[in-house]
């Protein structure tokens, strides 16, 4: 049965907080199951293609260069609604229909991008409204993408029109294999009139009364407390932690419903051979709720940009894989990675060594990713993004990174059907709260943040001690899969590892407490079951309802004014025997100490403990530790849950995964992350190495050049 067609007077009549209510349904009621991943035939590759970008036509030499690379997939159409509307009501297909013609004669696929992240300027002119109103009430300028109110009818009504065009446009089409929706989307951080009235109506929806809010979020403080609903001030100026924490939330839930609300009207078009996706911009960001919108998308997208040359270990693509693919526990496509350098101006220009994207590709593949594309085919000549370069430099022409590209995309079409849809199981688990993100964002603990992440990432405590975790298990060759507060059953992961869990809700903290009662190892770090989920401070000796299965109790914390060693290096650390930033006064109820503090006061409270709970064990950090302490920590618990084998035994650079293929044959995959040649022993059953076709006997030795890879097929 067909959805019923959606009427964009409901825009015009409905509130902002209905809008959400319809968005949230209508999504509900249009998505099926039309799309699986294991559709797909073989790995594509390819990259983000805007002719209409080009200095001058060259649609037929860009074609015949994609061609002779092996190019296999493309995406267009997302960054242009001035092409697509012209002028208000005026809708141009010519000139689309032509490059998709052109990409169908070459055999090469097409995912179509729905417009909407970048308004045109007529309709800016015509309704200057539109744009974002941020929460100190400054307006947004046009000139920027992004920069729209999403809850807005008037910018809803003219992209549900343009989204209907090119859905109707295009359902027939076979070239046109998936559409994405919107770009790398949020909220923008709208905060207009129409937006905080529906924060009103949310909160009435969510917590009933003034009363239950009052008392929730501690607002008798300094005098703050609500007698009505008209009373809710703007988020402007806000400082308390529960309502800052919500608004957040709501925020999320502009993103979800938006994106809901295009998945449902692209849901009348779709063929069953099609995919409806969205391309988030990196993993764990804090301005949207991944999980939440993931419910909406037949595959997941992700743009895991990281950093290359002497700084690429590939932590970065896995990082970003390693989370798609946890989203909806399946494969995933990576839309948009580096070609060569990326940046908003000229100060990051650092393209990747000879090797390295290739080996880049397999990694994403080595994570569950069907499809690998870059942003972007060509370097734009003009324009913000001028030095965040493509597969073409700016003269257009063939060159190194091409050359690369050309010899992995002809190494895909011969052994892609191996690599496409690879399973995974992985040991060890990896909670993602991103309300503790948030909740320690307002109430930050480091007084110092590790160097090396990307610009954009937050240098917020929780931000930096999710990555800590994440690169200490990969490091230790062990696969991960995140998980998150929403996430009822951890039964079968050997391993949890829980960063800052500053906010919970008693029922996900007995989660985890059943989790280590029924058998599991638990890694609890510092801050853990502090606030509910409403960011307030329980009432309750800390660490709350984790106190019984951790073993310990405490009522002071410090933070570090410098960092300080452990006494007596246990974990043989050398250099890296030191701890920073925070250190909870830890008092020891059944737990036993793994370290103390190396100072005259702070000598006599454990920095980290160890207590056995049921069947299971509790290992805790009250501190933060450097990234090599990191790793010796976490090699212990894993030895402990029998977390051992050939992986861990491979010298410093080498990287090792593994999954099984839709053959049903195991794939091993060795990445040598650095410029020297390394040998690793092969120790696994006999197979054969995928690129090069020879056997690879068990025990017997494999090669890696620098920036090299290896595929093993059982």
Request: charged content about 20%.
């Amino acid at each position: 049965m067909k959805p019923p067609r959606f009427s964009s007077l409901v825009w015009l009549a409905a509130p902002a907080g209905a809008l959400l209510c319809i968005w949230g349904a209508l999504a509900q009621q249009r998505q099926q199951t039309r799309f699986a991943p294991g559709q797909m035939d073989s790995f594509l590759y390819g990259a983000a293609f805007y002719e209409e970008y080009m200095p001058q036509d060259r649609l037929e030499k860009d074609v015949q260069l994609m061609e002779q690379a092996g190019i296999t997939v493309v995406r267009v159409g997302e960054s242009t609604w001035s092409l697509w509307e012209p002028e208000d009501g005026r809708f141009e297909f010519a000139w689309m229909d032509r490059i998709v013609e052109r990409l169908a004669r070459a055999h090469i696929r097409v995912i179509m991008g729905t417009p909407s992240y970048s308004i045109p300027p007529w309709m800016f002119k015509e309704h200057p409204e539109i744009l974002v109103t941020r929460i100190d009430g400054s307006k947004a300028t046009y000139g920027l993408r992004q920069n729209m109110d999403v809850t807005n009818p008037d910018f809803l009504r003219y992209s549900e029109r343009v989204i209907r065009k090119i859905g109707e446009h295009y359902r027939d089409n076979p070239a046109v294999i998936g559409y994405q929706i919107d770009n790398e989307t949020s909220s923008n951080g709208t905060a207009g009139p129409n937006v905080e009235a529906g924060f009103v109506r949310y909160l009435q929806h969510k917590f009933s009364t003034v009363d239950r809010l009052n008392k929730l979020w501690g607002l008798v403080y300094w005098g703050q407390s609500l007698h009505d609903w008209s009373e809710v001030p703007p988020r402007d100026g806000i400082l308390n932690p529960g309502w800052k924490l919500e608004w957040d939330r709501y925020q999320d839930s502009l993103t979800t419903d938006f994106l809901a609300w295009q998945y449902s009207l692209l849901s009348e078009y779709v063929r069953p051979d099609q995919f409806i996706m969205q391309d988030f911009g990196g993993a764990t960001r804090s301005a949207v709720n991944e999980y939440a919108i993931s419910k909406h998308l037949d595959i997941v997208g992700i743009n895991p940009y990281h950093p290359t040359q002497d700084l690429y270990d590939g932590e970065g693509s896995s990082y970003g894989g390693d989370f798609a693919r946890s989203l909806k526990r399946t494969n995933y496509l990576v839309t948009e990675i580096n070609a060569q350098t990326i940046g908003w101006d000229s100060r990051s220009q650092f393209p990747p060594y000879d090797g390295q994207l290739r080996q880049d590709v397999y990694a994403m593949a080595a994570s569950g990713a069907n499809m690998v594309e870059y942003w972007h085919w060509h370097s734009l000549h003009y324009g913000q993004e001028t030095y965040w370069k493509g597969v073409l430099s700016h003269d257009l022409e063939p060159g190194r990174v091409y050359n690369e590209v050309a010899r992995t995309a002809h190494e895909l079409q011969r052994i892609g059907s191996h690599l496409v849809d690879l399973k995974t199981s992985q040991p060890v688990a990896l909670l993602y709260s991103n309300d503790s993100r948030r909740g320690t964002d307002s109430m930050p603990f480091l007084l110092s943040h590790a160097p090396g992440d990307m610009p954009w990432n937050n240098p917020g405590g929780y931000d930096v001690e999710l990555h800590r975790l994440y690169r200490a298990i990969y490091r230790l060759n062990a696969g991960v899969d995140f998980v998150f507060p929403e996430t009822e059953d951890l039964s079968a992961y050997k391993v949890v590892v829980v960063p800052p869990l500053y906010i919970a809700s008693e029922r996900l903290l007995q989660r985890l407490v059943d989790y280590v009662r029924n058998g599991g190892h638990l890694v609890l770090t510092l801050k853990s079951g502090f606030c509910d989920e409403y960011s307030t401070v329980r009432a309750a000796m800390a660490p709350g309802p984790l106190r019984e299965a951790a073993g310990f109790h405490y009522q002071e914390f410090s933070n570090l004014a410098k960092p300080l060693a452990l006494k007596g290096d246990p974990f043989q650390a050398g250099a890296a025997n030191q701890v920073s930033d925070w250190a909870e006064m830890l008092l020891l109820d059944t737990a036993k100490p793994l370290a103390y503090y190396d100072h005259p006061f702070f000598g006599k409270y454990p920095a980290i403990t160890e207590n056995r709970f049921g069947k299971g064990m509790v290992t805790y950090e009250g501190t933060v530790l450097s990234d090599e302490l990191q790793r010796k920590v976490l090699a212990r618990v894993f030895d402990q849950a029998q977390l051992t084998g050939p992986d861990r035994k491979m010298p410093a650079a080498i990287r090792v995964k593994h999954g099984v293929n839709r053959a049903g044959k195991t794939l091993h995959y060795f990445f040598n992350f650095s410029a020297a040649t390394q040998r690793v022993t092969y120790a696994y059953p006999n197979g054969t190495e995928l690129l090069s076709g020879h056997p690879v006997a068990a025990g017997g030795e494999i090669s890696l050049d620098p920036w090299g890879v290896a595929i093993v097929e059982q």
